[in-house]
């Protein structure tokens, strides 16, 4: 069966979360909020800047700046487009799988643009990213991923998605769609954070992203 790959950007498609979490630790240390980059990796994988702003004022009590998503986006821009590098196999991944793919990102278009295009696999998504700044909520909520199903003409039951985060995996399965956890990313640790992917709702979790396209297949 012809299925569509949803990917997930961030720590799947291209090594961003190290650089971009070792930021926003520090933005968040110099407002007042005493936090690890381990924490922070724990706690807004995953989140759009509107949910992580809003979790550090019920979970830290901590206001942050009006202007905190412009701000962290613009460092943000600057790091990536120095240190961000691209998943390995992504270019052979997509070339083997039988059907469409696209890219569903907490993200904004303009951070997908630059870190795939900054690492060379643009190409392959070209016309196919969206954001959760289209819908209404971001992940957890199902929205972003029946929006970019829906954008591609393919039911939620034809769907792969492929997430290295917890709110990613509760946001497939939400959708009703099927959803392989990711560990290949550069923050990730295949043996430490397998078993936390599967409780999120990850189907089956993989590291090499170069069997991608047996593990569709076998779905
Ligand atoms: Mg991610």
Redesign the pocket.
């Known amino acids: 069966m012809t299925m569509l790959v949803i990917f997930?950007?961030?720590?799947?498609l291209v090594d961003s979360?190290g650089p971009a979490n070792r930021l926003l630790t520090r933005y968040l240390n110099d407002h007042g909020v005493d936090i690890s980059v381990a924490e922070t990796e724990a706690t807004f994988?995953?989140l759009s800047l509107d949910s992580c702003a809003k979790l550090v004022g019920t979970r830290y009590g901590v206001q942050l700046p009006d202007d905190f998503v412009p701000e962290i986006r613009r460092m943000t821009a600057e790091v990536l487009a120095r240190e961000v590098t691209a998943i390995a196999g992504v270019r052979e991944a997509v070339a083997g799988l039988q059907g469409p793919t696209c890219v569903a990102?907490?993200g904004e278009v303009a951070k997908m643009q630059l870190t795939l295009g900054t690492t060379g696999i643009l190409d392959l998504f070209e016309g196919r990213l969206y954001s959760a700044t289209m819908v209404r909520r971001g992940k957890p909520a199902p929205d972003l991923f029946l929006h970019a199903a829906d954008q591609c003409g393919v039911a939620p039951d034809r769907c792969v998605v492929v997430?290295?985060?917890p709110f990613?995996l509760q946001a497939a399965q939400a959708a009703g769609m099927r959803a392989l956890g990711f560990t290949g990313?550069g923050h990730r640790d295949h043996g430490r954070d397998r078993q936390m992917l599967i409780d999120a709702g990850a189907d089956l979790v993989f590291q090499r992203m170069i069997d991608l396209p047996s593990l569709v297949q076998a779905m």
């Open positions: 997930d950007c961030d720590g799947v979360e994988i995953g990102s907490s997430e290295d985060s990613g990313g």
